[in-house]
């Protein structure tokens, strides 16, 4: 059973296409939002998403998959019955069991909750001392305005959202600074830092870099098949019951673009807070330097 790859990065920061990309490579299984390290037991877990019950979506579209080999209202109705029939098995025994059920493929988890917890990253950790992390960022300006959007369309937030009732920067800081904070102390190679505008820009540059650091096959087919996300099991909305699991956007269209993002400014006034000419703070600016925008 080998350790998992966990991709550490915020929501609509490119994880959903990311993922998808290095799931397909032969040797690697790419995860929708399985979010297991968020909690000690699937009691807990199920507790947890309760108001926010889409979260449960990527987990049960896995198990749906893996147990049936389809994501149909059956295969979903039998993953939830098996899931809620072992409330006291911890996280790490059910993400085991994924990882048995995918070996002798590397599973690719993109859950972008963890990041927002230390407790979750350092669980991450306790349950895989050997895992390795795949930091991927996107530029505080660009993910801020992505995230308002994203979730003003969210029908549980009941219309439109602005920073008053969601502060995107605050999201963005406290996310990488965990991340830093954590991968500070992880061994030397066991984390690689890469930015998302850069992966998708040019991945035919990027992606046998990454493979070449998880000693995999970096051959033309190997990298070739990884240029098509859209053949993932989980690139597309899955049953009325478990419909996400990856960014919305991603599963109506997953097919890879690249193309070399423009980079948006770090300084000026935030386009959601004009009415106080507000800017970044220092934090995000020291945070968004030291890894690689400005």
Known sequence: MADPLIILTPMRSFSSVVCA???????M????????????????????????????????????????????????????EWLLERRDWTCKKVFDHILESVEPKIAVDKSPRSVLSMDSLNRAREMYPDANY??????????????????????????NVDASRLDPEKIWVRAHQNVLDFTASLPLGQVMRLRGEDLLAEPEVYLPQI????????SSAAIDAMMHPETSDFSCRGPKAAELGNDPDFLDNPVLRPGRAVLPELDGELEW?????????????KIARQIGYG
């Open 21 to 27: 990309m290095l799931g397909q490579h032969p040797e």
């Open 29 to 80: 299984y790419g995860l929708p939002e399985v979010n297991l390290f968020i909690a000690d037991t699937v009691g807990e877990y199920w507790d947890m998403l309760e108001s926010r019950q889409h979260g449960r979506h990527g987990l049960l579209r896995a198990l749906a998959q893996l147990h049936d080999g389809e994501q149909t209202d059956a295969s979903v109705a039998a993953a939830t």
């Open 134 to 159: 795949l930091h991927l960022t996107r530029h505080p300006r660009a993910t801020s305005t992505s995230l308002l959007a994203n979730v003003s369309q969210n029908a549980e937030w009941g219309g």
């Open 211 to 218: 493979a070449e650091w998880l000693f995999l096959d970096d």
């Open 273 to 285: 807070a004009k009415e106080t000419g507000q800017t970044f703070t220092k934090e995000t600016l």
